[in-house]
C-alpha cells in the first residue's frame, strides 16, 4: 500500500457524461500527478500540481480539467467522455516536484 | 527533447534464467526511477538511480546507472515466476520541470 488513495475504484459511464475522479496523496507530500494508461498500453502523463498549483502539463485533452486543493487532495475531471477516454487513471504523490512517486492504485474508467 | 526508449519490449524466459532489460535515455538525466506494474495493478517503485555508477540489488533484481552512456540496465537473475510482470523505467530533467518521461515498459514473461 503505496499511502495514495484514489476513488472511486471502477466507473462506468456512457459517452457525453462527465465524471470526477479523485485522488488522496500521501500524508507530507505536496505533489500529485495524473497519469491515464490505455489497455496495453505505456503511462500518458497529464498533469501535475504542486502545493495547489499547476507545474507541468502533458498529453491533457482540452475535456479534462484538474485541480489540487488546499488540503491537497486531486480530482480529475473528465467531461464530454468518449469510447477512446476507457482507461485506468493513475495519481501519483511526491514529497516535492522531482523525487519519487507513489502511485494510487488507480481508477478503471469504462465509457459505453 | 528527452526520449527514453527500453528494449526489449517483450520478453519472455524461462525461470532459472538470467536476463537484462535496457533503458536508453537522449539528454542529461538527473534521476533514473524503475517501476513495476503487475497486470491491472497499480505501479510499484523498484530503484531510484541518482548518480554515474549507482548499483542497487532487491532480490533477484539489480539495476545499474551509467549516465556516460545514458544507459540503466535491470539485470534478472536466476528469475522465478514472480518477477513476471510489465517493468518501466522513467527519467526525470531540471529543464523538463522534474516531469517524469517514461519508457514504454518491457513486459516480462517468465515461464515454470
Known amino acids: 500500500d503505496s499511502g495514495v488513495t484514489q476513488t472511486p475504484k471502477h466507473l462506468i459511464t456512457a459517452t457525453g457524461q462527465r465524471v470526477t475522479l479523485r485522488c488522496s496523496p500521501r500524508?507530507?507530500?505536496?505533489?500529485v500527478y495524473w497519469y491515464q494508461q490505455s489497455l496495453d498500453q505505456g503511462l500518458q502523463f497529464l498533469i501535475q500540481y504542486y502545493n495547489g498549483e499547476e507545474r507541468a502539463k502533458g498529453n491533457i485533452l482540452e475535456r479534462f480539467s484538474a485541480q489540487q486543493f488546499p488540503d491537497l487532495h486531486s480530482e480529475l475531471n473528465l467531461s464530454s467522455l468518449e469510447l477512446g477516454d476507457s482507461a485506468l487513471y493513475f495519481c501519483a504523490s511526491s514529497v516535492g516536484i522531482s523525487y519519487e512517486q507513489y502511485f494510487g492504485p488507480g481508477t478503471r474508467l469504462t465509457v459505453t | 527533447e528527452l526520449k527514453v526508449e527500453q528494449n526489449p519490449l517483450f520478453l519472455s524466459m524461462q525461470e532459472g534464467k538470467n536476463y537484462t532489460i535496457y533503458c536508453n535515455y537522449s539528454t542529461t538525466s538527473d534521476r533514473l526511477y524503475w517501476y513495476r506494474q503487475d497486470p491491472g495493478k497499480s505501479l510499484e517503485s523498484l530503484f531510484v538511480l541518482l548518480s554515474n555508477g549507482a548499483v542497487k540489488q532487491e532480490g533477484r533484481l539489480m539495476a545499474s546507472l551509467d549516465t556516460k552512456a545514458r544507459l540503466s540496465t535491470l539485470h534478472i537473475t536466476a528469475a522465478v515466476h514472480d518477477l513476471s510482470a510489465t517493468y518501466f523505467c522513467a527519467v526525470d530533467r531540471y529543464h523538463s520541470n522534474y516531469q517524469l518521461i517514461w519508457g514504454a515498459g518491457t513486459k516480462l514473461i517468465i515461464k515454470p
Open positions: 500524508s507530507g507530500d505536496l505533489s
